[in-house]
């Protein structure tokens, strides 16, 4: 069994900064793919960045291109999204998730395994 566990999440003011971490647990297992996406309230949810595991190469939802950064530890099987300049559009609930597969990171069918999310807040 696979594991996915978000932390970081909280209240932060606008114009403020946040760091969430997902970490990887359970059963050996290698992503190809590991993922942010996010779910506001009545809203569908949105990819937010993705990055490949051994290579490293990310990509960006277009609303948070330039503020956010996702990265990952290997060696702690744990990934990491840097958020900075929050904005009050992103307050919502955030998920990390992890692929077997290299397909298209921006899609959410393409994870097979899901953390519960962590809410982020964002204030005035």
């Known amino acids: 069994q696979v594991e996915v566990a978000e932390s970081g999440g909280g209240l932060v003011q606008a114009g403020g900064s946040l760091k969430l971490s997902c970490a990887l647990s359970g059963r050996s297992f290698n992503p190809r793919i590991m993922g942010w996406f996010r779910q506001a309230p009545g809203k569908e949810r949105e990819f937010v960045a993705g990055i490949t595991w051994g290579g490293g190469s990310a990509r960006y939802g277009d609303s948070v291109t330039g503020r956010f950064t996702i990265s990952r530890d290997i060696a702690k099987s744990t990934l990491h999204l840097q958020m900075d300049r929050l904005n009050i559009e992103d307050t919502a609930v955030y998920y990390c998730?992890?692929?077997?597969?290299?397909?298209?990171?921006?899609?959410?069918?393409?994870?097979?395994?899901w953390g519960r999310g962590t809410q982020v807040t964002v204030s005035y």
């Open positions: 998730a992890a692929a077997s597969t290299a397909a298209n990171m921006r899609v959410g069918h393409t994870y097979e395994y």
